[in-house]
């Protein structure tokens, strides 16, 4: 650079570190709306618009019927924490439709149901008490609630469905609020049952447990960031507890935490278990944010369009619980006793394009799918980040207010949590004997979705039509 003044060299080498930057996130945006080939050969094939259609017509000719799939009746009594929500609903809806009555039944949660699916009919009769799961007293209280007398002496069974779920955080700043729901909250029910006198215990976890964050930034020459496919199965539950940066985000390291937690418990007289829900959970046109949120909002804004990950459907969860249940009141304590199982629907994964492209194809209302760019997105969740610490420190966070609304979710650990997962959930097909649930599917994510979007039709078709 002879000739040059200090100057003029300082912006020649501001220029250079600037294309190089460019050019390196453009390299990063490119991977990043690519999927890689394990994820490929896991799902090779995108839904045909034809595929979809026939399907969607198929499904309104013959809706998925749940009921001859579901364990016999067990007459037991039945609390169901976070039962206002979608996997609470779910089994709720479940254990009525094989035959419980709806006075065997407590809902405790901070919420009540607002389900339309539940406000109605034998649902609406179910008990409700409502409490705060961070609270021991609270939710001791909600469990000694009496009973109606024809069923105070029939065995209980426990779902803990409820959770508080945040995938963006993962600093230990944030850490305590989520672990008091997730970690604390389950030893608070966990302790209730007990006390009640309680002989299931069967956990919602999740298959985040297993997931590892991927590493976007460093070699500008890698093929792919590392861990940006990942096969998921139960397989870490029998290696230690991973340290904190190991897990994607907080809400997954707690999951694991209260998860064993929950499985530790086992015991001949208290049998205890774990679903864990792989990974995105759909089937509640009101309330899950999946489907449910594309068709609500009539569209979406997002970069995971190539991403392949395995949906479940809330009925499928809520089969795999009532399985575990079946399962643990066998005279001998089972194989599956004390241990987690993956559950997810049939089929080989899809990616979140095929589901956008599914709800544009049979909604009746519009459905507008918006492209945007990972990469920039994600330097924008590091800034989100960032400001999110300033906001909790001791000055910054009268310059800093903390993130609010859409922005406060936008986080880093959303793009760790939206990698190329394929769990598999071969365990829980396993037969009893062979220490699995006996676990069967009742429909693939295709047929599940179609299924929603047709409720939604019918919830929300013209006078008209």
């Known amino acids: 650079m002879d000739g040059l003044t200090g100057?003029?060299?300082?912006?020649?080498?501001?220029?250079?570190?600037?294309?190089?930057?460019?050019?390196?996130?453009?390299?990063?945006?490119?991977?990043?709306?690519?999927?890689p080939p394990g994820a490929v050969h896991a799902s090779p094939y995108r839904w045909a618009d034809s595929e979809v259609k026939a399907t969607y017509q198929r499904i309104k000719a013959n809706p998925i019927n749940w009921t001859k799939h579901l364990p016999p009746k067990a007459n037991r009594r039945y609390v169901v924490t976070g039962g206002s929500g979608g996997v609470g609903g779910q089994i709720?809806?479940?254990?009525?439709?094989?035959?419980?009555?709806?006075?065997?039944?407590?809902?405790?949660?901070?919420?009540?149901?607002?389900?339309?699916?539940?406000?109605?009919?034998?649902?609406?009769?179910?008990?409700?008490?409502?409490a705060d799961i961070t609270s021991p007293s609270a939710t001791q209280a909600a469990f000694d609630k009496p009973w109606p007398s024809?069923?105070?002496?029939?065995?209980?069974?426990?779902?803990?469905?409820a959770a508080l779920i945040i995938p963006g955080e993962r600093t230990m700043g944030t850490f305590e609020r989520i672990k008091r729901v997730n970690v604390d909250g389950t030893q608070n029910v966990l302790n209730a049952a007990k006390a009640a006198g309680a002989t299931i215990f069967i956990a919602t976890s999740s298959a985040s447990v297993a997931?590892?964050?991927?590493?976007?930034?460093?070699?500008?020459?890698?093929?792919?960031?590392?861990?940006?496919?990942?096969?998921?199965?139960?397989?870490?539950?029998?290696?230690?507890?991973?340290?904190?940066e190991k897990f994607f985000a907080n809400y997954a390291h707690t999951k694991a935490i209260s998860e064993r937690i929950v499985c530790q418990a086992n015991s001949p007289k208290f049998r205890t278990g774990a679903i864990r829900p792989a990974n995105a959970i759909y089937?509640?046109?009101?309330?899950?944010?999946?489907?449910?949120?594309?068709?609500?909002?009539?569209?979406?804004?997002?970069?995971?369009?190539?991403?392949?990950?395995?949906?479940?459907?809330?009925?499928?969860?809520?089969?795999?619980h009532l399985d575990f249940e079946a399962a643990l009141l066998r005279k001998e304590m089972p194989k599956c006793a004390g241990r987690p199982f993956v559950i997810t629907d049939d089929g080989p994964p899809p990616t979140y394009g095929d589901m956008y492209h599914l709800c544009h194809l049979v909604s009746e209302m519009p459905v507008k799918i918006t492209a945007l760019p990972p990469a920039p997105l994600l330097i924008l969740a590091h800034i989100v980040e960032l400001v999110a610490i300033a906001s909790r420190t001791p000055v910054l966070k009268y310059i800093f207010p903390e993130p609010k609304g859409t922005l406060a979710i936008l986080q880093p650990g959303v793009f760790h949590a939206g990698l190329n997962y394929v769990a598999t959930d071969k365990a829980a097909q396993r037969s009893v004997e062979q220490g699995g649930l006996g676990f069967r599917h009742v429909h693939n994510t295709m047929e599940g979705m179609c299924q929603q979007v047709l409720d939604w039709n019918n919830e929300h078709a013209s006078p008209s039509s």
């Open 211 to 244: 997931h590892r964050p991927a590493t976007y930034w460093g070699n500008p020459f890698r093929r792919w960031p590392k861990n940006y496919f990942q096969l998921i199965d139960e397989s870490d539950f029998d290696q230690p507890l991973p340290p904190h």
């Open 7 to 35: 100057i003029q060299q300082v912006r020649l080498a501001a220029a250079v570190l600037f294309a190089l930057g460019v050019a390196y996130l453009w390299r990063l945006n490119k991977v990043m709306s690519q999927t």
């Open 283 to 320: 089937g509640s046109s009101n309330g899950d944010q999946v489907v449910g949120v594309v068709l609500r909002s009539q569209g979406t804004q997002s970069w995971m369009s190539n991403i392949v990950q395995n949906f479940v459907h809330g009925g499928h969860i809520s089969l795999g």
């Open 92 to 130: 709720i809806l479940h254990l009525l439709l094989r035959g419980e009555s709806p006075e065997s039944i407590r809902i405790v949660d901070f919420r009540k149901v607002e389900r339309a699916d539940m406000t109605s009919g034998a649902a609406a009769k179910v008990d409700f008490a409502q």
């Open 150 to 161: 024809r069923v105070a002496k029939l065995p209980l069974t426990v779902f803990h469905t």
